[in-house]
């Protein structure tokens, strides 16, 4: 069963939550319910959580992020809906992550970062490769895999294309991670100048480079020259120790994350 905090002081959340009474039927214990940061603090201490449902005002809500991203950087966030239908949905949203990132995927040690990780990368694949989610759908997930990319700022899409015939590293890892994807973010992976670039490879081989704008950090005017060269150096780098040749072949500016959302309005 997994174990949840609710923060929240607004009453319509509250009496959602109050009106579901078959927690255990579906997989979670009834939450531990506190109105501030304080009360977060408090039952985090007492009480292992396996993920934080916020809902509350701005300026609390900001100061409790940023004592989760300080504390516990690896605990997923998620909405709380306002309806015993809707709060049902998202619970369920959660529950299929959390037992994705708690599955033993193969035989190395089951790291909760790397399983969170890899749960980053396949919503961002998901997001650019299928562009099927709508923006609320985008926000909850990023929150779900604590992304520290700001949703609402400007992101670059790279697409690479790997050399005719060349065929190294096109083979998955029984754990699900794409063994050129993770080569690729060994290379040059990371956190560069303000943004968080990840290579992505689609389910139907397409390669990808995403760079999202980190929350409440600088970037760059020129981030899309220093972006391509960091990403030139390191397919040097992978083509020089792997044997694997790629190349870019087009570099799209987007105003947002939410431009990938079939309700995106620009």
Same mark, same amino acid.
């Given at each position: !069963?997994? @174990?949840?905090?609710?923060?929240?002081?607004?009453?319509?959340?509250?009496?959602?939550?109050?009106?579901?009474?078959?927690?255990?039927?579906?997989?979670?214990?009834?939450?531990?319910? $506190?109105?501030?940061?304080?009360?977060?603090?408090?039952? =985090? @201490?007492?009480?292992?959580? +396996?993920?934080?449902?916020?809902?509350? @005002? %701005?300026?609390?809500?900001?100061?409790?992020?940023?004592?989760?991203?300080?504390?516990?950087?690896?605990?997923?966030?998620?909405? %709380?809906? @306002?309806?015993?239908?809707?709060? !049902?949905? #998202? =619970?369920?949203?959660?529950?299929?992550?959390?037992?994705?990132?708690?599955?033993?995927?193969?035989?190395?040690?089951? +790291?909760?970062?790397?399983?969170?990780?890899?749960?980053?990368?396949?919503?961002?694949?998901?997001?650019?490769?299928?562009?099927?989610?709508?923006? *609320?759908?985008?926000?909850?997930?990023?929150? !779900?895999?604590?992304?520290? !990319? /700001? %949703?609402? $700022? %400007?992101?670059?899409?790279?697409?690479?294309? *790997?050399?005719?015939?060349?065929?190294?590293?096109?083979?998955?890892?029984?754990?699900?991670?794409?063994?050129?994807?993770?080569?690729? #973010?060994?290379?040059?992976?990371?956190?560069?100048?303000?943004?968080?670039?990840?290579?992505?490879?689609?389910?139907?081989? $397409?390669?990808?480079?995403?760079?999202?704008?980190?929350? /409440?950090?600088?970037?760059?005017?020129?981030?899309?020259?220093? =972006?391509?060269?960091?990403?030139?150096?390191?397919?040097?780098?992978?083509?020089?120790?792997?044997?694997?040749?790629?190349?870019?072949?087009?570099?799209?500016?987007?105003?947002?994350?939410?431009?990938?959302?079939?309700?995106?309005?620009?």
């Amino acid at each position: !069963m997994y @174990k949840l905090l609710l923060l929240s002081d607004q009453a319509e959340v509250l009496e959602a939550y109050d009106q579901i009474h078959n927690w255990e039927y579906n997989g979670f214990k009834r939450p531990h319910v $506190r109105p501030d940061l304080e009360g977060a603090r408090e039952c =985090l @201490k007492k009480h292992h959580a +396996d993920a934080v449902i916020l809902a509350l @005002k %701005p300026e609390e809500e900001k100061a409790v992020l940023d004592f989760l991203q300080e504390e516990y950087p690896l605990l997923p966030i998620t909405e %709380p809906g @306002k309806t015993p239908t809707e709060a !049902m949905e #998202y =619970l369920n949203e959660l529950k299929q992550m959390l037992n994705w990132i708690r599955a033993d995927f193969s035989s190395d040690v089951n +790291d909760e970062t790397k399983m969170l990780l890899r749960a980053r990368r396949r919503f961002f694949r998901s997001l650019v490769a299928d562009r099927t989610m709508t923006r *609320q759908q985008v926000y909850r997930r990023m929150r !779900m895999t604590r992304s520290r !990319m /700001d %949703p609402d $700022r %400007p992101c670059i899409l790279m697409e690479l294309e *790997q050399f005719a015939g060349e065929d190294r590293l096109v083979g998955q890892l029984q754990d699900s991670e794409h063994l050129l994807e993770r080569e690729l #973010y060994q290379s040059f992976g990371g956190d560069v100048d303000g943004f968080h670039v990840l290579p992505l490879v689609t389910a139907d081989g $397409r390669v990808f480079v995403l760079a999202g704008a980190l929350r /409440d950090q600088e970037q760059a005017d020129d981030m899309v020259a220093t =972006l391509n060269e960091c990403i030139q150096e390191g397919l040097r780098h992978t083509e020089e120790y792997r044997g694997v040749h790629l190349r870019v072949t087009g570099i799209e500016v987007l105003p947002s994350l939410y431009a990938f959302c079939t309700d995106y309005v620009g």
